[in-house]
Structure formats: C-alpha cells, structure tokens
C-alpha cells in the first residue's frame, strides 16, 4: 500500500548464522533458552564426553535428551558451533531412535551439521532393506551437502519413477565435481540409458552394496569375518545369508563366522 520496497543486503545473508538447533521449549521443562551461553566450552566437552562413557540410566538418559535438545543459544567460549552440535548428533546416533531423528532432521532442516545424522538414519534403514522409509526423509529435507547423500537421493527419485529430477541433480553433481565411475555405471542402467551393468560388487558403503543387489540379477556376497556390520545386517534382511541346512558341516571356518554371526543375531 505505501509502495515501499524492502532491498536484503546478499552480505547479511552470507553472515546469517544459525545460533539456535534443537526440538524443545526451554519453558516446557523449566529451563532458559540462553543456558549455556556464557557456559565453558571445555567444561561443557569434558562433562558430556564423560557421560557418553557411560550406561546411563533411562532416567539419567532422558534428562540428557532434554537437555541436549532443547532450543537454546550456542555457548560461546572455548567451543566451535560443530562441536556442540556434535554432542546433539551423537546422542541421537547413540540412541538409534529414528523417530526422534526424523523430528529433529525436520525441525532443523537448516542446520549445515546435519549431515552424518541423515546418512545414519538413511542408512539404519536400507540396511534392514527398508528403501520406502530411507528414501521418505527426503520429501521432509531439502538442505544437505554431502555426496553420498546427493547419490542416495538421486536414487531414490529413480525408484519414484521421478526420472527428470534424477537426471537433473545427477547433472548438477557432475558440474559441482562429482566422480564416481562405479555409481555413474548403476546410474545408467537404472536409467535404462545402458542394457547391461557391469558386475562389480562394491560393500565400501549401504549404498553400494544394495546397487549392486539390485542391478545384478544372479547377485552373491559371501561376507567375511571382517565384513562391516551393515554388510551382514543388510544380507540378512535381504534374505541372502547361506541357509544353514545347505552348509557343510565340515568347513571349520564357515561354521566359525557363522557363530559370530548368529552372536551378533543375524541368523536365527
């Protein structure tokens, strides 16, 4: 109406830092949104890296919970802004609560620092052969930078039939730098721009190894006794661990993983 027109300085928002991250009112549980800022960094580091040595309590734990994610200014002496946030990221990682980490990826979209939490949680469930709810976050987040988290989503708008989209972040990777001769190969053929993938089977991440699943059709792993964890767990959600009853009995080393594998529960 008074034909005013409002100019943002591009400098502000260069300078425009996030200074507050988490998911609770401080009033809800009687505490003050600027609680640690005037706190020690160094105190704060030697205190929470203490607790996380330690079995807490369920009590103990979620008074942790509330005060690590509470909304609240970041203390500002002897402490980065990644470091704390650390401490909020390897809690949830601890925890392994995924809907308490959908809430705070969401919440917190903006966060720069969210990066290993998306790949922990993106990965927690490919790795029990759940695509629908790894590639779900992604309709919540739009802010990541990081490549493996570019690739898994590039993957899972081919899975939704969302092929352009697909091509045109697999095109914006390729101009920011992006190399990687092993996924680009899936890629292809997943997009049908190939007939036939090659049949290099890559366990250097989740990632990896379900493209590989996928684009080859008379697709074996056998796992090793130093294969990651998320080798093993994924194997077995995907039905492709060896049945037991056609295992020969007298392969001493075979029955030996197999008993590390039973112990770490991924056979019956």
């Not at 960094?41 to 309590?57: W, Y």
């Not at 994610?69 to 002897?78: G, I, S, V």
């Not at 709810?133 to 490549?147: L, M, P």
């Not at 009853?245 to 991924?266: F, G």
């Amino acid at each position: 109406k008074n034909n005013s027109i409002n100019i943002i300085d591009s400098d502000e928002l260069k300078d425009n830092k996030i200074n507050i991250i988490g998911l609770y009112d401080p009033e809800e549980n009687g505490l003050k949104i600027d609680m640690w800022l005037s706190s020690n960094g160094e105190e704060i580091k030697f205190i929470l890296n203490k607790l996380n040595k330690i079995n807490l309590s369920s009590d103990a734990n979620e008074i942790l919970k509330i005060i690590l994610l509470t909304n609240t200014y970041f203390p500002q002496t002897n402490i980065t802004e990644k470091e704390f946030i650390n401490f909020k990221t390897n809690f949830l990682i601890k925890n392994k609560d995924k809907n308490l980490i959908k809430l705070y990826l969401v919440k917190n979209d903006n966060n720069i620092h969210n990066s290993n939490l998306i790949k922990f949680y993106i990965n927690s469930y490919l790795q029990n052969a759940d695509l629908e709810n790894a590639c779900d976050i992604f309709n919540e987040i739009k802010f990541f930078e990081n490549d493996y988290i570019n690739k898994f989503k590039i993957y899972c708008l081919i899975n939704e039939n969302k092929r352009e989209q697909a091509q045109l972040l697999f095109d914006l990777n390729n101009e920011s730098g992006f190399k990687d001769k092993f996924y680009e190969n899936k890629f292809n053929f997943l997009m049908n721009y190939v007939d036939q993938p090659n049949k290099d089977i890559s366990d250097k991440n989740i990632l990896n190894l379900h493209l590989s699943h996928r684009t080859i059709s008379d697709f074996s792993y056998q796992p090793k006794n130093d294969s990651p964890d998320f080798v093993w767990k994924y194997l077995s959600s995907s039905n492709l661990l060896d049945n037991i009853d056609t295992i020969n009995l007298e392969d001493s080393e075979k029955i030996a993983l197999i008993e590390i594998a039973t112990h770490e529960k991924n056979y019956d």
